[in-house]
C-alpha cells in the first residue's frame, strides 16, 4: 500500500480540522493527534496506518512547502490566487526547468493541497533529511521517530528552542539544546544565497587566468 493523493489530502484536511479546533502548531502535534488521524485514515480507507507513518508524511508536505515557499520568490515569477499556482513566462519556464527538473511540478500548474499546507505549515513543522517520499511503501517507520508523548515541531517564528529530528531522540541532550528556528523568510533567503554562491563558483571554474602571482592564494586566506 502506498500514500495515494487521496490519502494525502485526507491527512491534511484532517490535520487543518485539528488546528482549527484549536490545537496550536508552534509547538507541534503531540502523539495522540497523530493517533487520531491514523485512526481516522482507517475508517476512511481501511488502511492501517500507524501514527509514525502519520508524522513521516507531514515531513514529505513540510519539504513540499519549503519548495515551493522558495519558488513563490523566483525572479519574474507571479503568483495566481485563482489557481494557486507559481507561473513563469515559457522561455524563463524551460530554461529554469532545465537546470531544476525537479520543480517542474511546482510550475505553471495549480499546486496539490496548497491551502492546506500554508494553514499546516505557516509556523513551521520540523523536517528531517529522511522525509519518506509519496511513492515508499507504508509499514517502514523511520528510525528517529521520538518514542515519547509529545511529537514536536519546531521552527516556527514563535518557537525559542529546537530539535533536529535528523539526530537520534536523547531527552538529556536535547533539554540542553538551543537553537534558534528558522523562519520561512529566512530559509527563501538562504536558499536565494546557495543559488548566487552557485552561480559565482561557476563563473569562476569558467575564468582561468594564465598568470597569478603566487602569494594571492596566502594572502586572500589571510
Known amino acids: ?48 496506518v500507524p501514527a509514525t507513518q502519520v508524522y513521516n508524511h507531514l515531513r514529505k508536505w513540510r519539504s513540499r512547502w519549503i519548495q515551493v515557499s522558495r519558488l513563490r520568490h523566483l525572479s519574474g515569477a507571479s503568483w495566481d ?30 499546486i496539490q493541497n496548497y491551502n492546506q499546507m500554508q494553514h499546516i505549515f505557516s509556523f513551521g513543522l520540523a523536517t528531517g533529511k529522511h522525509a519518506m517520499g509519496s511513492g515508499e511503501p507504508l509499514g517502514s517507520p523511520m528510525p ?6 509529545d511529537v ?11 530539535k533536529p529530528f535528523d539526530k537520534p531522540f536523547d531527552p538529556v541532550h536535547d533539554r540542553k539544546m538551543k537553537r534558534g528556528g528558522l523562519m520561512e523568510e529566512e530559509i527563501n533567503v538562504f536558499c536565494s544565497m546557495t ?28
Request: hydrophobic share 35%.
Open 152 to 162: 514536536e515541531v519546531l521552527d516556527g517564528p514563535d518557537k525559542p528552542v529546537a
Open 81 to 110: 490566487e485563482n489557481t494557486c499556482s507559481i507561473v513563469l513566462e515559457a522561455e524563463h519556464y524551460a530554461g529554469h526547468v532545465a537546470d531544476h527538473p525537479r520543480d517542474a511540478e511546482f510550475l505553471n500548474t495549480p
Open 195 to 222: 543559488e548566487a554562491v552557485k552561480e559565482v563558483a561557476t563563473a569562476i571554474r569558467e575564468c582561468k587566468p594564465l598568470d597569478i602571482h603566487p602569494d594571492l592564494y596566502g594572502a586572500v586566506m589571510t
Open 1 to 48: 500500500m502506498k500514500w495515494q493523493p487521496f490519502m494525502s489530502t485526507f491527512v491534511l484536511n484532517k490535520m487543518c480540522e485539528l488546528i482549527s479546533s484549536g490545537v496550536r502548531t508552534d509547538k507541534g502535534f503531540k502523539e495522540v493527534y497523530l493517533n487520531t488521524v491514523a485512526k481516522q485514515v482507517f475508517e476512511f480507507c481501511g488502511q492501517e
Open 144 to 149: 528517529d521517530f521520538p518514542g515519547t508523548p
